[in-house]
Nanobody, 124 residues
Framework: QVQLVESGGGSVQAGGSLRLSCTAS????????MGWFRQAPGKEREGVAG???????TYADSVKGRFTISHDNAKNTLYLQMNSLKPEDTAMYYC??????????????????WGQGTQVTVSS
C-alpha cells in the first residue's frame, strides 16, 4: 500500500523559508512523477511543482524563483524548499505521486497517491 507522509510545515514570517519533506513507502517505481500541491481555505487546489524520475521540474508561475522541488531517490523522499515566503503562500501543502505515461507536471487529476498534508502559515 502506497503511503505519502508530509512533514516540515509550520509558521514563519514573510520573507522566511521552510523545507517540506514527503516520505514515500510502498512506492518505488522506476518511472514516476511526484508533485506538491496546496490549498488555501475557500480556494481551489493549486499545483505548485512537479518532478519526474529523470529530474525534470515544472513550477507554477506564482512560485518560480522562490521554491525548489527535489527528490532523493535513495531515501524515497520528496522535498520542497520554499524561500522568500509570502502571506499568500499560506495553505495546506500536499505531496502526490503517479507512474502514468504523462508529461510530469503538477496537474492534480494526473495523480493517484496523496499525502495527508502539512500546514504552512506565513504571517506579514
Amino acid at each position: 500500500q502506497v503511503q505519502l507522509v508530509e512533514s516540515g510545515g509550520g509558521s514563519v514570517q514573510a520573507g522566511g523559508s521552510l523545507r517540506l519533506s514527503c516520505t514515500a513507502s510502498g512506492y518505488s517505481y522506476s518511472r514516476h512523477c511526484m508533485g506538491w500541491f496546496r490549498q488555501a481555505p475557500g480556494k481551489e487546489r493549486e499545483g505548485v511543482a512537479g518532478i519526474s524520475s529523470g529530474g525534470s521540474t515544472t513550477y507554477a508561475d506564482s512560485v518560480k524563483g522562490r521554491f525548489t522541488i527535489s527528490h532523493d531517490n535513495a531515501k524515497n523522499t520528496l522535498y520542497l524548499q520554499m524561500n522568500s515566503l509570502k502571506p499568500e503562500d499560506t495553505a495546506m501543502y500536499y505531496c502526490a505521486a503517479h507512474s502514468r505515461w504523462l508529461f510530469c507536471r503538477p496537474r492534480g487529476t494526473d495523480f493517484d497517491y496523496w499525502g495527508q498534508g502539512t500546514q504552512v502559515t506565513v504571517s506579514s
